[in-house]
């Protein structure tokens, strides 16, 4: 069954997406609050494919939970809802670990596609063929292909799901210019309609965890009017 843990102190948005989660075939489980979250989270013996939270709430924000939430599990699917336009609160929940956000208002069928492409990637993920490739190296970094990690000088690495796919997709063509629009496709699928930018959030997030100075990186580097790349020389 598809679980998503709903997270929205105002009742009747809540309820909204509520109902039309469920009409496409969607196990829901509702908190009104972060820390209601928390500990259902946490008690749940059936457990979450993706989580929706919003982020301005009474106690713990959504910033907040969303941090907690990726402590606990690098795998779990995270959307960040807000009423705010500032492009510094997307930057920030994409920061702390979320795999996507949408903005409110939003309709019934952008909020049953994006939770569709993101449970498409967890379930591309989790039934991937058994026979691939064990590991990729680079230099000081292994990507581990059966476990899905990644290591530098044998020290884990902890990504998430989409970060994983980005390491994947430019370890698998080392030196090779990639544009946001084909990592966009690539990770997030061809349906996706949201913003070029978080590619480009997720590229910032991984320089803090894989380079020695992510203000000036030696692996994952830009390359000006091109895209990404991986660089091994």
Same mark, same amino acid.
């Given at each position: ?109 952008? =909020? &049953?596609? *994006?939770?569709?492409? /993101? ?6 993920? #989790?039934?991937?063929?058994? @026979? ?10 292994? =990507? &581990?292909? *059966?476990?899905?990690? /990644? ?6 690495? #902890?990504?998430?799901?989409? @970060? ?25 699928? #061809?349906?996706?309609?949201? @913003? ?38």
């Amino acid at each position: 069954m598809k679980r998503i843990l709903i997270v929205e102190d105002e009742q009747n948005i809540r309820e909204f997406e509520v109902i039309n989660l469920r009409r496409v075939g969607y196990e829901t489980v509702e908190a009104g609050s972060g820390e209601e979250a928390l500990e259902i989270y946490d008690n749940d013996p059936l457990g979450f494919d993706i989580a929706l939270l919003d982020i301005t709430m009474p106690g713990m924000d959504g910033f907040t939970l969303c941090k907690e939430l990726r402590k606990r599990s690098e795998t779990l699917g995270i959307i960040m809802l807000t009423a705010r336009t500032q492009e510094m609160d997307k930057v920030s929940g994409l920061m702390l670990g979320a795999d996507d956000y949408i903005t409110k208002p939003f309709s019934p069928t952008e =909020l &049953n596609a *994006r939770i569709d492409s /993101l449970y498409r990637r967890i379930e591309l993920v #989790e039934n991937q063929p058994k @026979e691939i490739s064990e590991e990729i190296r680079h230099d000081d970094f292994v =990507l &581990n292909m *059966r476990r899905r990690t /990644l290591s530098k000088n044998g020290r884990n690495i #902890e990504l998430t799901q989409v @970060e994983f796919q980005i390491i994947e997709y430019l370890f698998s063509n080392p030196d090779t210019p990639l544009d946001r629009g084909d990592i966009l496709t690539r990770v997030w699928g #061809e349906s996706y309609f949201g @913003e070029e930018k978080i590619v480009d959030v997720n590229i910032r997030r991984l320089r803090m965890k894989i380079e020695d100075e992510p203000s000036n990186p030696k692996h994952l580097v830009t390359v000006w009017g091109m895209g990404y790349k991986w660089c091994t020389k």
